[in-house]
Nanobody, 121 residues
Framework: VQLQASGGGLVQAGDSLRLSCAASGRTISFYSMGWFRQAPGKEREFVAGISSHTVTNYAVSVKGRFTISRDNAKNTVYLQMNSLKPEDTAVYLC????????????????WGQGTLVTVSS
């Protein structure tokens, strides 16, 4: 599976962005999908996940502001990000896993290249 993340950019605090993760090579409908982020000098952290049955889970820091969704017909996963904060600045990566609800990067085995989100104050 090849994953291509897109939709990042430079926005102001309070703005919204929608990230997309388009998959190719095979269907992702049977995988759990996740969004992670990595800021400079920091470890990769879990942001949101969605199982093959569309059960979602979120990091505490984004719950209520971010929404993950998937469109299996388009082989794409989305991350709607509202009320963005400067601390949300990071490279956002999407990934695929067989483990529903996992928030550990070690349980994700297909990774996209990431898209940069920069939130100015």
């Amino acid at each position: 599976v090849q994953l291509q993340a897109s939709g990042g950019g430079l926005v102001q605090a309070g703005d919204s962005l929608r990230l997309s993760c388009a998959a190719s090579g095979r269907t992702i409908s049977f995988y759990s999908m996740g969004w992670f982020r990595q800021a400079p000098g920091k470890e990769r952290e879990f942001v949101a996940g969605i199982s093959s049955h569309t059960v979602t889970n979120y990091a505490v820091s984004v719950k209520g502001r971010f929404t993950i969704s998937r469109d299996n017909a388009k082989n794409t996963v989305y991350l709607q990000m509202n009320s963005l904060k400067p601390e949300d600045t990071a490279v956002y990566l999407c990934a695929a896993s067989w483990v529903p609800g996992s928030n550990s990067p070690r349980e994700y085995f297909y990774w996209g290249q990431g898209t940069l989100v920069t939130v100015s104050s």
